[in-house]
C-alpha cells in the first residue's frame, strides 16, 4: 500500500520552477531517499508535502486519503511528522520538556490539570530519548547540546508524535561520523522495529545507499531517476548530474 | 542536582515567610494595609500579564483593559442593577473572559509589533467609551460603592485570599501541559504547528486565561477604592503591567510579583518624598532594567544558582 503519494505536485517561484510536476511514492513500511544538487527542489518538495506551502497544482495523499492544502498541524493529527534541514526545536525548554509537549499535542492531553510532571507521558518521552542516545541530556536546554545531538532531537520530536510517516531533511548534515552511524541507526529503526514509513533527504549517498529501499533522484525540479540503489548508481543520467 | 532539593526548602521557606508577612500587614497600621493591598492586586495583574507575555511571548500592550473591565463589571452590577458581592465578582470574571475572548480572537493572529499596538488600540478604544458612556459614569467613572464587611483590614484578608488562590492557579497552569504548549509557541510558533499545535488557538488560550486574571484584579480593586474610573483603562495603567514584570523578572513565576511590591513601595515613598516623584521612579526603574536585565528576580536566582 502507498502510504503516501504525490501526483504531478508543481511549485513555482517566480521564474524558479522549484517543483516540477513531480509524481512520487513510498510504500508502507519503505525508506525512499531523496537525492539531487542543491537546488534541486527537495526540501520543497517536502515542504509541500508537509502542509508548510500549497501546490500550484498537483495532490498529496496520506494513506489514501487527499491531504493537499491541509495545515500542519492537521497533518500531524493524521500521521504525517518532518524534521528540518536546519534543526527547528524549542530553544528554551529542556529536551525532555521538547518531547512532552509533541507527545502531549498529539496524545490531545493538553489541558490546565494535566501535570509536566505526568508520569506517564515522561515515562514515554525518555524511553524515546533513549533510543537516540539523547536521555543523558534530557533535564539539558538545545543550546548546550553538540549540533548532532540537536538534529537527533529534531529527529526525536518528530517520532514521538506517533507517525505514521516521518518526513527527513538531511538529518545527517555535518555530523560527525559517530553520530552519523547512531542516525543511521535511527533511520533503520524506525523503519525496521517501529514501523514507521520513511521519505528521507540526504546528500550524504553512504548513508543513502546503506538505508534505502529505493532512491528517487530529483534534478531541476523534476524526477531523473527512481530505482534500488543499484539501479540508480548505474543510471547514466544520474552520473551525469552528479560528475558532470 | 544536590542543590535541587535545598533549593526547593529555600523557596518553600521563602514563600511561607511572605506568606506569614502578609498575613500580619493590618497590623501595620492603614496606610500600610492600603499598599500592601494595592501592590497584591498589580502583582496579580501583571502576573497574568506574563502568562501571555513571559510564557506564550505575546506583549500586550492594552491589558489594563481587561482590569477595567473586572472592575467596570462589578461595579455597575453592584450599583445600576443591585447585585451582591459574590454575584457581581462572579460576573465580573465572566465579563472578563468574554471580552478575553473576542479581543483575544481579534489579535491573536498578529505577533510582535502588531499584536501590541492592536492591543494598545483596544485599551485607548474602551477607554474613549468609559469616559464618554454616560451608563459607565462618564468621566467621574463610578464611586461611593460600599466595601465588604466595611472595615478595610478584613476586606484586605479577601484580596489576600483571592490573590494568592490566583496566583496558585496561574502557578498550576505554568506547570501544566498547557502551560508547556504555550511555552513552546513562545519559542517557536512554527515549530508548533508541526507538532500539531493549533498556534492560534494555543495563544487564545492564554489570553482567555489572561485577561479573567487580569478582570479578578481590577474587580477587587473596584472594592479597595470604592470606585472606578476611566482611568484605570489608560494605556499608562497598561504599561504598568509591563514595567512591573520587567522590573520583577519575565522568566520567572514570582518575577512580576516582586516587580509588583518593588514598583508600589518606591512609587509610595517617592511620593510622599517629592513632587517629581514620576521623574524619580521612571530613573530608579530604568536603571533596574538596565542592569538587571532578567528582573530582580531572575537576576537573584541566577545569582544563587551560581554560588
Ligand atoms: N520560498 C522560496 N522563494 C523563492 N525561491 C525559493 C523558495 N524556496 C526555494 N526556492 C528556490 O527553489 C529551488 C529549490 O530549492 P530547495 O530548497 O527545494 O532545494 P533543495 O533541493 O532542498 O536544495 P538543498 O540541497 O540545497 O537543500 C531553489 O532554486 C531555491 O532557490
Ligand atoms: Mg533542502
Same mark, same amino acid.
Given at each position: 500500500m502507498k502510504a503516501l503519494e504525490t501526483r504531478n505536485l508543481r511549485k513555482y517561484f517566480g521564474n524558479v520552477r /522549484?517543483?516540477?510536476g513531480v509524481s512520487i511514492h513510498v510504500d508502507q513500511g519503505e525508506i525512499v531517499s531523496l537525492v539531487g544538487p542543491n537546488g534541486a527542489g527537495k526540501t520543497t518538495l517536502l515542504n509541500l508535502i508537509s502542509g508548510l506551502i500549497k501546490p500550484d497544482s498537483g495532490e498529496v495523499y496520506l494513506m489514501g486519503e487527499?491531504?493537499?492544502?491541509?495545515?500542519p498541524n492537521q497533518l500531524v493529527s493524521k500521521g504525517l511528522a518532518r524534521c528540518f534541514q536546519i534543526s527547528n526545536?524549542?530553544?528554551?525548554?529542556?529536551v525532555l520538556e521538547n518531547l512532552l509537549v509533541a507527545i502531549h499535542s498529539i496524545s490531545g492531553?493538553?489541558?490546565?490539570?494535566?501535570?509536566?510532571?505526568?508520569s506517564e507521558a515522561v515515562e514515554k518521552a525518555m524511553k524515546i530519548l533513549k533510543e537516540f542516545n539523547l536521555d543523558v541530556k /534530557?533535564?539539558?536546554?538545545?543550546?548546550?547540546?553538540s549540533h548532532g545531538d540537536r538534529k537527533l532531537l529534531d529527529v526525536a520530536i518528530a517520532y514521538s508524535l506517533n507517525p505514521k510517516v516521518i518526513l527527513l531533511d538531511e538529518?545527517? /548534515? /555535518?555530523?560527525?561520523y559517530r553520530e552519523k552511524k547512531t542516525t543511521v541507526g535511527v533511520i533503520k529503526k524506525l523503519r525496521d522495529q517501529l514501523r514507521v514509513t520513511v521519505l528521507l533527504v540526504e546528500h550524504d549517498l553512504d548513508v543513502v545507499y546503506e538505508v534505502s529501499d529505493r532512491i528517487v533522484v530529483m534534478h531541476q525540479g523534476q524526477i531523473l531517476s527512481v530505482g534500488t540503489p543499484e539501479e540508480v548508481r548505474e543510471d547514466p543520467k544520474v552520473k551525469e548530474v552528479y560528475l558532470g | 542536582m544536590q542543590s535541587e532539593s535545598e533549593e526547593v526548602s529555600f523557596e518553600q521557606i521563602a514563600i511561607a515567610v511572605g506568606i506569614i508577612l502578609l498575613a500580619l500587614v493590618p497590623l501595620a497600621g492603614r496606610h500600610m494595609t492600603h499598599l500592601v493591598a494595592s501592590a497584591l492586586l498589580l502583582s496579580l495583574a501583571a502576573t497574568s500579564f506574563n502568562l501571555l507575555?513571559?510564557? @506564550?511571548g505575546l506583549l500586550s500592550f492594552g491589558h489594563a483593559l481587561f482590569w477595567g473591565v473586572g472592575g467596570y463589571t462589578l461595579a455597575v452590577m453592584m450599583s445600576?442593577?443591585?447585585?451582591g458581592y459574590v454575584e457581581s465578582f462572579v460576573m465580573a470574571v465572566i465579563m472578563s473572559a468574554v471580552f478575553g475572548a473576542v479581543i483575544g480572537f481579534l489579535c491573536v493572529r498578529h505577533t510582535r509589533i502588531y499584536f501590541a499596538i492592536l492591543t494598545l488600540a483596544f485599551g485607548q478604544m474602551f477607554y474613549g467609551v468609559a469616559v464618554k458612556w454616560d451608563f459607565l459614569?462618564?468621566?467621574?467613572?463610578?464611586?461611593?460603592l460600599p466595601r465588604p464587611f466595611n472595615t478595610l483590614e478584613l476586606y484586605y484578608y479577601v484580596i489576600l485570599a483571592i490573590t494568592l488562590a490566583s496566583l496558585f492557579i496561574l502557578y498550576k497552569i505554568t506547570r501544566s501541559s498547557l502551560g508547556l504548549s504555550f511555552m513552546a509557541v513562545r519559542d517557536n510558533a512554527f515549530r508548533a504547528k508541526f507538532i500539531g499545535l493549533d498556534v492560534s488557538r494555543v495563544r487564545l488560550t492564554s489570553f482567555i486565561i489572561s485577561s479573567i486574571f487580569s478582570g479578578v484584579a481590577g474587580a477587587l480593586y473596584v472594592l479597595l477604592e470604592t470606585a472606578i474610573s476611566p482611568? @484605570?483603562?489608560?494605556w499608562t495603567h497598561s504599561a504598568e503591567f509591563v514595567f512591573v514584570t520587567l522590573l520583577g523578572g519575565p522568566?520567572?513565576?514570582?518575577g512580576p510579583l516582586v516587580g509588583g511590591f518593588i514598583y508600589s513601595f518606591l512609587a509610595d515613598v517617592a511620593m510622599s518624598a517629592t513632587e517629581y516623584w514620576l521623574l524619580v521612579i521612571g530613573v530608579v526603574l530604568v536603571a533596574i532594567v538596565l542592569f538587571f536585565p532578567h528582573g530582580v528576580l531572575g537576576y537573584f536566582l541566577k545569582w544563587r544558582e551560581k554560588r
Amino acid at each position: 500500500m502507498k502510504a503516501l503519494e504525490t501526483r504531478n505536485l508543481r511549485k513555482y517561484f517566480g521564474n524558479v520552477r /522549484a517543483v516540477d510536476g513531480v509524481s512520487i511514492h513510498v510504500d508502507q513500511g519503505e525508506i525512499v531517499s531523496l537525492v539531487g544538487p542543491n537546488g534541486a527542489g527537495k526540501t520543497t518538495l517536502l515542504n509541500l508535502i508537509s502542509g508548510l506551502i500549497k501546490p500550484d497544482s498537483g495532490e498529496v495523499y496520506l494513506m489514501g486519503e487527499d491531504i493537499t492544502g491541509k495545515s500542519p498541524n492537521q497533518l500531524v493529527s493524521k500521521g504525517l511528522a518532518r524534521c528540518f534541514q536546519i534543526s527547528n526545536v524549542f530553544e528554551d525548554l529542556t529536551v525532555l520538556e521538547n518531547l512532552l509537549v509533541a507527545i502531549h499535542s498529539i496524545s490531545g492531553t493538553i489541558s490546565m490539570t494535566k501535570r509536566l510532571d505526568d508520569s506517564e507521558a515522561v515515562e514515554k518521552a525518555m524511553k524515546i530519548l533513549k533510543e537516540f542516545n539523547l536521555d543523558v541530556k /534530557a533535564h539539558l536546554t538545545p543550546k548546550e547540546l553538540s549540533h548532532g545531538d540537536r538534529k537527533l532531537l529534531d529527529v526525536a520530536i518528530a517520532y514521538s508524535l506517533n507517525p505514521k510517516v516521518i518526513l527527513l531533511d538531511e538529518p545527517t /548534515a /555535518a555530523m560527525s561520523y559517530r553520530e552519523k552511524k547512531t542516525t543511521v541507526g535511527v533511520i533503520k529503526k524506525l523503519r525496521d522495529q517501529l514501523r514507521v514509513t520513511v521519505l528521507l533527504v540526504e546528500h550524504d549517498l553512504d548513508v543513502v545507499y546503506e538505508v534505502s529501499d529505493r532512491i528517487v533522484v530529483m534534478h531541476q525540479g523534476q524526477i531523473l531517476s527512481v530505482g534500488t540503489p543499484e539501479e540508480v548508481r548505474e543510471d547514466p543520467k544520474v552520473k551525469e548530474v552528479y560528475l558532470g | 542536582m544536590q542543590s535541587e532539593s535545598e533549593e526547593v526548602s529555600f523557596e518553600q521557606i521563602a514563600i511561607a515567610v511572605g506568606i506569614i508577612l502578609l498575613a500580619l500587614v493590618p497590623l501595620a497600621g492603614r496606610h500600610m494595609t492600603h499598599l500592601v493591598a494595592s501592590a497584591l492586586l498589580l502583582s496579580l495583574a501583571a502576573t497574568s500579564f506574563n502568562l501571555l507575555f513571559g510564557y @506564550t511571548g505575546l506583549l500586550s500592550f492594552g491589558h489594563a483593559l481587561f482590569w477595567g473591565v473586572g472592575g467596570y463589571t462589578l461595579a455597575v452590577m453592584m450599583s445600576r442593577f443591585g447585585l451582591g458581592y459574590v454575584e457581581s465578582f462572579v460576573m465580573a470574571v465572566i465579563m472578563s473572559a468574554v471580552f478575553g475572548a473576542v479581543i483575544g480572537f481579534l489579535c491573536v493572529r498578529h505577533t510582535r509589533i502588531y499584536f501590541a499596538i492592536l492591543t494598545l488600540a483596544f485599551g485607548q478604544m474602551f477607554y474613549g467609551v468609559a469616559v464618554k458612556w454616560d451608563f459607565l459614569g462618564g468621566s467621574d467613572g463610578i464611586y461611593g460603592l460600599p466595601r465588604p464587611f466595611n472595615t478595610l483590614e478584613l476586606y484586605y484578608y479577601v484580596i489576600l485570599a483571592i490573590t494568592l488562590a490566583s496566583l496558585f492557579i496561574l502557578y498550576k497552569i505554568t506547570r501544566s501541559s498547557l502551560g508547556l504548549s504555550f511555552m513552546a509557541v513562545r519559542d517557536n510558533a512554527f515549530r508548533a504547528k508541526f507538532i500539531g499545535l493549533d498556534v492560534s488557538r494555543v495563544r487564545l488560550t492564554s489570553f482567555i486565561i489572561s485577561s479573567i486574571f487580569s478582570g479578578v484584579a481590577g474587580a477587587l480593586y473596584v472594592l479597595l477604592e470604592t470606585a472606578i474610573s476611566p482611568e @484605570t483603562m489608560l494605556w499608562t495603567h497598561s504599561a504598568e503591567f509591563v514595567f512591573v514584570t520587567l522590573l520583577g523578572g519575565p522568566r520567572v513565576f514570582l518575577g512580576p510579583l516582586v516587580g509588583g511590591f518593588i514598583y508600589s513601595f518606591l512609587a509610595d515613598v517617592a511620593m510622599s518624598a517629592t513632587e517629581y516623584w514620576l521623574l524619580v521612579i521612571g530613573v530608579v526603574l530604568v536603571a533596574i532594567v538596565l542592569f538587571f536585565p532578567h528582573g530582580v528576580l531572575g537576576y537573584f536566582l541566577k545569582w544563587r544558582e551560581k554560588r
